[in-house]
């Protein structure tokens, strides 16, 4: 199901937010944090959090998917060459992963945590079926975001997800209070 533009209103009482964190990687390290504190309290999150492999041989590292809560693991970037510039998203296993997360919704869970709404969601494919399925089932989803789809982001929620700041005790807030969980840091 893919939510047409202007879905979403000012008055929905759909729970998504949005988190930017400056510098690579670390929104990717802030989501798996907030996953891992939700899971040690009981809390069944689904989605997908990003872990970024450096590689000796290229300055560009590895990207893999895990799927939460517990696997499996998608390699999602090809390997093109140290001098390649082009996008390495390998886009079949970035489809894999999000059916495979699909199957979790429909198993159910607590809560959509999404490591990016990407170029592939701004172009309505990728995670973004996966959001309005969450929200539609009154599933809190949380995303990462980079300020290069921002815009798309923005349209495709109807300008209803609240931004987090990207420290961990605001997400964990924000987390917390939408899975009802009991707010308390580790």
């Known amino acids: 199901m893919l939510f047409p533009s202007g879905t ?16 690579r990687g670390n929104t990717d390290l802030l989501l798996a944090k907030i996953a891992d504190r939700l ?24 990207m893999d998917l895990k799927v939460l809560p517990d696997g499996p693991v998608f390699r999602i970037s090809q390997s093109l060459g140290k001098e390649s510039r082009g996008c390495r998203l390998d886009p079949a296993a970035l489809e894999m992963a999000v059916a495979e997360v699909g199957k979790g919704i429909a198993g159910g869970a607590d ?3 999404i490591n990016k709404f990407g170029k592939h969601e701004a172009s ?8 309005a399925e969450a929200l539609s089932r009154d599933m809190p989803v949380l995303v990462g975001l980079n300020g290069m789809n921002e ?21 964990w807030q924000w987390a917390s209070e939408a899975t009802h969980t009991k707010v308390g840091s580790d």
């Open 39 to 62: 899971m040690a309290r009981g809390i069944r999150p689904i989605g997908a959090v990003q872990i970024n492999e450096d590689r000796e041989d290229c300055p560009r590292c590895d």
């Open 111 to 113: 809560i959509l945590i």
């Open 151 to 171: 815009e798309a982001f923005m349209e495709f929620t109807g300008g209803v997800a609240s931004q987090v700041e990207a420290e961990l005790e605001a997400v």
């Open 124 to 131: 309505g494919r990728g995670f973004r079926e996966t959001i």
């Open 8 to 23: 979403f209103t000012k008055g929905s009482r759909m729970k998504i937010a949005y988190t930017i964190a400056s510098g």
